[in-house]
């Protein structure tokens, strides 16, 4: 039998943490072949609301379910973990400034990056949710030293997705057949998803969506990247369950790899690609394989595509010299 693998889940009480989890325990994360210990990290006014859940988990009698640890203490949740999900933040409330956003933040993913450094196993992953998530996983970062700087990486899986689907309908044709799509830059309203490299149904995604410049302009960009407060308009509650899919998939896709010919999106930080400013954490295309993985070199860049990327990564080093000024990074 398998050594269970460690995944520390933060804001397991949560919206997000109640669609998740249970496809943690259920085998989707990482294989239908690979138990789980699961590790629950909530604020003390969560602990209770966790501690329900995992009466559900238990419930479920998931069969690679091993263990459930609940606790309020970083350094007990990410002791010994081998993959880290950092969906529990603080999140922006009316009248708020982004600086006030930043350092609440900060007081969160400074000590977990600082906790995941000082108790996680050698080969740690980390997917942050959280929003701001670029930023969030920017500030964990800074604070792990020890750990390689590729290791901590921030969800921009929804917003591919979400253009993925969006892209199916416009061109008539089912999900499996929409390939290289990209989200570039910020997961915010600033972000570029790319379909000039897409590929649909063996033509190219500017082709197979009609040819049609104001419709990626006025139609495609903006409904994806306000996608999430579409659903909230109408469903009444945010996108917890697509949300908790994405990470799902990006985990699953960075253990597991991509398949040949596709490539999906993740926040990571650069090394200077594309023009975007090394170190900061920025969505790019990237194929894994065997845990690792690259980004997609060589693509030609139009200058349609080059200003929303620069815009979106110019939000990006805002935000990374904001939580400089603030001390929330050195
Ligand atoms: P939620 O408010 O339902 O749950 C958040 C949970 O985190 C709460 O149970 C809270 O007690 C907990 N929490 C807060 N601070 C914590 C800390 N320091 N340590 C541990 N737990 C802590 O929110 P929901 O809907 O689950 O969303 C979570 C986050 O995910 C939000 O920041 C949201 O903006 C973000 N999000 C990101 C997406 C992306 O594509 N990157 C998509 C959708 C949501």
Known sequence: T?????????????QIGYAL??????GHLLGADVPVNLRLLEIPQGLKAA????????DCAFPLLRDITITDQAATAFEGANV??????????????????L?????IFGPQGKAINDHAADDIKVLVVGNPANTNALIAQRNAPDVPAERFTAMTRLDHNRAVAQLAKKAGVTVEDIKKVTIWGNH????YPDLFQAEIAGKSGFEATGS???????????????RGAAIIDVRGASSAASAANAAIDHVHTWVNGTPAGDWTSMGIVSDGSYGVEEGIISSFPVTTKDGKFEI?????ISDFSRARINASVAELVEERDAVKELGLIG
């Open 296 to 300: 997609v070199q060589g693509l030609e």
């Open 212 to 226: 049609d410049l104001a419709w990626i302009e006025n139609d495609f960009i903006p409904t994806v990247a306000k």
């Open 51 to 58: 501690e329900g859940v995992a009466m559900e988990l238990d």
């Open 188 to 191: 915010s309203a600033t972000q």
């Open 103 to 107: 350092q609440a933040n900060g007081g």
């Open 84 to 101: 880290a999900l950092l969906v529990g933040a603080r999140p922006r409330t009316a009248g708020m400034e982004r600086g006030d956003l």
């Open 2 to 14: 398998r050594t269970p693998v460690n995944v520390t889940v933060t804001g397991a009480a949560g």
């Open 21 to 26: 989890l249970f496809r943690i325990a259920s």
